[in-house]
């Protein structure tokens, strides 16, 4: 599976953005999606999770409550919706999947970069 994550820019502290990961292949409804980041700096770090039905989610307690995860599979895209954006969610956002609960994250997009600053 190919991936290509967009909807990053620039926001005000308190704002809101929704990245999007468009997946390509017939098999992408049998995946788990995942979000990480990376700030400048820092090591990778996990984000979020949703399991191949979408039926079942994990966040980061960094971003609970705030972020969401989401997939559509009959459009082959995942989303991650991040409201109440603080300076220290600035990074590169990339998307993963995996083809289950235990395996490698094998696949990556590309990053989309978001910055919180006022």
């Known amino acids: 599976v190919q991936l290509q994550a967009s909807g990053g820019g620039l926001v005000q502290p308190g704002g809101s953005l929704r990245l999007s990961c468009a997946a390509s292949?017939?098999?992408?409804?049998?995946?788990?999606m995942g979000w990480f980041r990376r700030a400048p700096g820092k090591e990778r770090e996990f984000v979020a999770r949703?399991?191949?039905?979408?039926?079942?989610?994990y966040h980061s307690d960094s971003v609970k409550g705030r972020f969401t995860i989401s997939r559509d599979n009959a459009k082959n895209m995942a989303y991650l919706q991040m409201n109440s954006l603080k300076p220290e969610d600035t990074a590169a956002y990339y998307c993963?999947?995996?083809?289950?609960?235990?395996?490698?994250?094998?696949?990556w997009g590309q990053g989309t970069q978001v910055t919180v600053s006022s």
């Open positions: 993963a999947a995996r083809a289950g609960e235990r395996a490698p994250w094998n696949y």
């Open positions: 292949g017939r098999t992408f409804s049998s995946y788990t």
């Open positions: 949703i399991s191949w039905s979408g039926g079942t989610t």
